[in-house]
């Protein structure tokens, strides 16, 4: 179980997310609402220990404080985030891609039975481990993506809008197997612009607002509250088409972009190795 109490959050001065308390149990998919900037890609990074938090905020997963841990630590415990944008290696194969969530000491020993439970929930990525991933459809990628996040055991599976720019056919595939993720007793946190859809595979939810929570109840409920419907479905929310880039912080403008871009290069082609001499077996298969 995963229970965040007291959550807050500064952007310097200013205050990303104020004193939020949620809790996703086991096999539970639990969805965070809330208009564009309400916080929500913040609540996941700040739960995913890629963003500071203040002293008072706790996380705890099982019972066990990991308010202060490092993310690769958070993963090791049991949570893993599909971050928006998905983030995937481009250059590197599906099946390279998804073994690199297998990376964590929990998940070791396992990756073939991890592996194989990724396939069963995306079939079509069996038929695409060799394919290089930056060459996949928007919606096959978001698959792997999901599927990297699950070669690495979690308990708490959280989605930062996995929906984003998917055709409605593989919106629905991708709900589908979150439906079928909890049934293997993963909870799930989801943050969505999808609403309806996310609400209808859902059994709880929360509406998030300027950093706060304002309010929380079954699924059902938030489905047919007037004011939800209003806000969220009733096309009164803005549609985001295009996300900016976040500008980098002040450590990383130091560096010389060259430079940046070198070690970038350098690090992707090193993982490109690793990662083909570790799969070699498994690709031949
Ligand atoms: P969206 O749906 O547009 O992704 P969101 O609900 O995920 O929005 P966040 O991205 O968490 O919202 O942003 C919450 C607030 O914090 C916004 O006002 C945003 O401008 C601000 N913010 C987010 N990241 C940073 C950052 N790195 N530096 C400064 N302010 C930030």
Redesign the pocket.
Do not use: C, F, I, P
């Given at each position: 179980m995963l229970d965040c109490r007291d959550l807050s959050v500064f952007?310097?001065p200013?205050l990303?997310?104020a004193g939020v308390s949620i809790n996703i149990k086991p096999g539970e998919i639990v969805t965070i609402l809330?208009?564009?900037?309400?916080?929500?890609?913040?609540?996941l990074?700040t739960i995913s220990g890629l963003i500071d938090h203040e002293e008072e905020s706790k996380i705890f997963i099982d019972g066990r404080s990991i308010s202060d841990w490092d993310p690769h630590q958070i993963v090791e415990a049991g949570l893993s985030m599909v971050p928006?944008g998905r983030d995937l290696f481009g250059e590197l194969t599906v099946l390279e891609n998804l073994m690199l969530g297998a990376y964590p000491r929990r998940a070791r020993g396992e990756e073939e039975a991890n592996l194989d439970h990724v396939m069963t929930l995306f079939p079509k990525l069996a038929e695409r481990r060799k394919q290089i991933a930056r060459t996949m459809s928007g919606g096959e990628q978001q698959m792997v993506a999901v599927g990297r996040a699950m070669m690495s055991a979690p308990s708490i599976l959280m989605l930062?809008?996995p929906s984003l720019g998917l055709s409605p056919l593989l919106c629905s595939e991708l709900f589908k197997a979150l439906a079928e993720i909890r049934k293997s007793g993963v909870g799930i946190l989801l943050?969505e612009?999808n609403v309806k859809q996310s609400l209808a595979i859902s059994d709880r939810g929360y509406l998030?607002e300027?950093?706060r929570i304002t309010g929380e109840g079954t699924a059902e409920a938030l489905a047919n509250d007037q004011a939800v419907l209003r806000a969220y479905l009733g096309g009164t929310t803005r549609v985001?088409t295009r996300?900016l880039e976040?500008?980098p912080?002040s450590d990383t403008l130091k560096c010389n972009i060259h430079d940046l871009i070198k070690r970038a290069e350098q690090r992707q082609s090193d993982h490109i190795m690793t990662m083909r001499s570790r799969t070699g077996d498994i690709q031949d298969r």
């Open positions: 952007y310097g200013h990303a997310l809330g208009a564009n900037g309400a916080g929500k890609s913040t609540l990074k928006e930062d809008e943050v612009q998030l300027t950093g985001k996300r976040r500008l912080t």
